[in-house]
Nanobody, 124 residues
Framework: QLQLVESGGGLVQPGGSLRLSCAAS????????IGWFRQAPGKEREGVSC????????NYADSVKGRFTISRDNAKNTVYLRMNSLKPEDTAIYYC?????????????????WGQGTQVTVSS
């Protein structure tokens, strides 16, 4: 079964940090660019960050630039999203997705596989 599984979400206080993981099973991530998206209650899903197949190219939404870092370990078939200085407005369900291209943007139709999401709640 081909799937992506996110983990690492939870409840954190403002200013805190979390590291999300996106692990693939049934296929190798080597051939895919990866994107992280999030959806807050009552809002549309939005792109947060993406990384190219090799990891050499990354992109961040303006709202997370300087606070979030995307990385990948192809040997572990896993992509990470390190989130620092978290704010209440970062509260959302976070999804990872895989696109069969060298590099990718936040256009959702380009992505073949999606995880089920992991909840991140930033609250005191």
């Amino acid at each position: 079964q081909l799937q992506l599984v996110e983990s690492g979400g939870g409840l954190v206080q403002p200013g805190g940090s979390l590291r999300l993981s996106c692990a693939a099973s049934g296929f190798t991530l080597d051939y895919y660019a990866i994107g992280w998206f999030r959806q807050a209650p009552g809002k549309e899903r939005e792109g947060v960050s993406c990384i190219s197949r090799s990891g050499g190219n990354t992109n961040y939404a303006d709202s997370v630039k300087g606070r979030f870092t995307i990385s990948r370990d192809n040997a572990k078939n896993t992509v990470y999203l390190r989130m620092n200085s978290l704010k209440p407005e970062d509260t959302a369900i976070y999804y990872c997705a895989a696109a069969p291209y060298y590099t990718v943007d936040y256009v959702e139709r380009r992505y073949n596989y999606w995880g089920q999401g992991t909840q991140v709640t930033v609250s005191s």
